[in-house]
C-alpha cells in the first residue's frame, strides 16, 4: 500500500473523494492531510473521515523555506510516498518539487495547457469557449504544467456562470483524480481521457 499524503487549503471535497475511493484491492492509502491555513474547512472533513489532519499555517513561517521545512518534516514523518495536491493553494519552491520529483500530483480546473493559474472558468467563459475541463498532471517547478496524467471533458452550457461552470467541472473532479490516483498508485503513468 502506497502512503498519500493530501494538502488542501480550502474545502477539500476533492480530498474527501481521494480518501473515500482508497479501500479495498486499492494500491494507496491516505496517511495525513496537511493544510497551509488553519481555516480549512477539509481538515474537520478528513478528519471526520479518519484520517489525521493538521495545519501548517504558512502565515506562521518567516518565509517560504521555513514553511516547506515544516511540510517536509511532516511529509517524511508520515512515509509518504504520494503527495496529491487537492485546491492547494501555494506555489511550491523548485527545491520542493526537485525533492517529491515524480511523487506529487495536483489537480486543476481546465484543460491544460489551457488557462493555467487562477480564475480558470472566467476565462473560459470570457473566451467563449463551448468545452471546458479538468486536468490531472504530475508537479514540476513550473506552475501548473508538467507530465498530464489526465483529463476529463465538460461542456459550457447557455447561461452559465462561474460557479456553475465550477461545480460541473468539480464533478468531473471527482471522478478524475481518484482514478487517475489509482493508476498512478499501481505504477501506470500513462493518461486517462474521461469520459
Ligand atoms: C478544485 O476546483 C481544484 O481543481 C482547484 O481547487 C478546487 C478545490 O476544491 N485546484 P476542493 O477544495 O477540492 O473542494
Known amino acids: 500500500m502506497k502512503p498519500v499524503a493530501i494538502l488542501i487549503s480550502g474545502a477539500g471535497s476533492n480530498m474527501e473523494a481521494l480518501i473515500t475511493s482508497m479501500t479495498g484491492a486499492h494500491p ?10 488553519p481555516e480549512a474547512p477539509g481538515l474537520a472533513r478528513a478528519r471526520a473521515l479518519g484520517v489525521p489532519a493538521q495545519a501548517i499555517d504558512r502565515r506562521a513561517h518567516a518565509d517560504r523555506a521555513a514553511f516547506e521545512r515544516a511540510l517536509c518534516a511532516e511529509l517524511g514523518d508520515c512515509g509518504a510516498e504520494i503527495i496529491c495536491l487537492a485546491g492547494f493553494m ?3 519552491s523548485p527545491a520542493f518539487t526537485e525533492r517529491f520529483k515524480g511523487r506529487i500530483l495536483n489537480i486543476h480546473p481546465s484543460l491544460l495547457p489551457r488557462h493555467r493559474g487562477l480564475h480558470a472558468h472566467e476565462r473560459v467563459l470570457a473566451a467563449g469557449e463551448s468545452e471546458t475541463g479538468c486536468t490531472v498532471h504530475e508537479v514540476t517547478a513550473e506552475l ?8 476529463a471533458r465538460v461542456p459550457v452550457l447557455a447561461g452559465d456562470t462561474p ?3 465550477a461545480a460541473r467541472v468539480r464533478a468531473a473532479e ?3 483524480y481518484p482514478e487517475v490516483l489509482r493508476r498512478f498508485a499501481a505504477g501506470d503513468r500513462s493518461p ?3 469520459p
Open 28 to 37: 494507496a492509502r491516505p496517511v495525513l492531510v496537511l493544510s497551509d491555513t
Open 90 to 92: 501555494r506555489v511550491l
Open 144 to 151: 501548473d504544467d508538467g507530465p498530464i496524467l489526465g483529463q
Open 163 to 165: 460557479d456553475s461552470l
Open 174 to 176: 471527482h471522478q478524475l
Open 192 to 194: 486517462v481521457f474521461l
